[in-house]
């Protein structure tokens, strides 16, 4: 072998290098050099062999864990999506207002009370209030476990609101710790009925029914002119 | 009556001893002073023992409106009248007690059957009242 | 105040009588009907919009009121403006401080049209006028 010849063979050699690392940097991973001939140079291109089936390995590893992550973001879009659906069909299914006996309406309220969930409780007793003509409602908050300013505003609100249409809202239920952050709060809730349990509720409910039936029979079948005599 | 084509009036029906009102327009500030005074009139001319007023019809009660009838409740009451706000809508209710119209004091009623039965049961108190002091 | 570009303009109205006001509440009850908003919310913003066109009529004779639809803070929402050149207010904090009137017998106006809305501001000049601007999440 002359040793031009081996010099063009080299640059030969080094030219497929450079082209096969230019392969790799665009993206072409299954580049090799795959060198057949035995020298000080094949030490050089199988390690350049390696190191570009090592960057293989590691990119391939990237993509496949960049994949797993977006499915898993993916999956918990769809969870929180869900989650709010939920939240919101929740929000009408938890405040359901129900005729129990005549006249009377209970709105049975479970759960944190906050702002939003609040207001849609108010506007969906005050409208059902209008449809049923029932013109008392018992709030019974037995199943609430803390209220804030915000919260027992909106309460007095819904039983100031009731009261325009023409109703009364009795709020039952009030627990020791209600009470306590009412008073401490600084809420005046005087100008609402409030009762201890729901069944005090109830009884004062019937009462008042009981007067407004009373009234109507004696308005009937007696003249208060006639009762004098 | 001269009817001015210009000015909308609303009725005002009287039933036995009570007069009814009922407001179906969307009110300007003028028209609901002309109805205030209208129904005063009204009550000194019948003697009337009770008016009810029906906004069952109406989408908004502002300010004005709000304090023209609560006005017009604690001016009646002083001619011995009882007034009843019929069939106020929901979202009325809470837009009011938003602005900071409360009414305190101003009789309500669902419709006009329980209005009409709060007017009776007032009227009937009274006379019991009469009878006792007797 | 917020930037009304990329807002689209619904309506307007004139206000020169006490009728325009009538009008002028009935378009904006529309307007906030056709955006389906509900229907608490409609009776809130055309309560507001009516205190705020009654105060410009009592104080300024008359204005201009503008509604709009469009993006603030990146939520849907009702905008209304409503415009007088009239004496302008020389106190703002007064004038929407609750319980207050400078004699027409109000005192809800203002503070209680702010209270109805998700967003009040109000700008306004002696002798030049006054422009209050409501903003109402669909």
Redesign the interface.
Known sequence: MSEKHNITNIKKRIDRIEDILAAVAAGDLDARINSETEDDLSGIEAAIDLLIDDLTDELKQREKMQKEVEDKLSKIQEQQKTIVQQQEDLLELSSPVSKVWDNVLILPVIGTLDSQRTQIMMENLLEKIVETGCTISILDITGVPTVDTQVANHLLKTVTSARLLGAECIISGISPAIAQTIVHLGIDLSSIKTKATLQDAMIFAMRQNKRTDDIKLQSLYINPNEKEE | MKIDLHEKRIPIIKIGNYLIVSIQVDMHDKLAIQLQSQILDEIEKTGAKGVLIDISVLEMVDSFIGRMLSGMASMASIMDTAVVIVGMQPAVAITLVELGLEMPGVDTALNMENGMEMLEKRLREEDNETFESH | MTSDKNWEELGRKNLES??D??MA??LV?HYAKQLRM???D???V??AV??LL?NMYNYAGGGEIKIFSGLVDEKDALIITCSDSGPGIEDLELAMS?GYTSGM??G??L??AK??VDRFEIQSKVNVGTTVRIIKWR
């Open positions: 006490e009728n006001i009538v509440r009935q009850r509900g229907i608490v409609q009776t809130r055309t309560t009516s205190e009654r609750d017998g109000m809800y106006g503070p209680g209270r109805l």
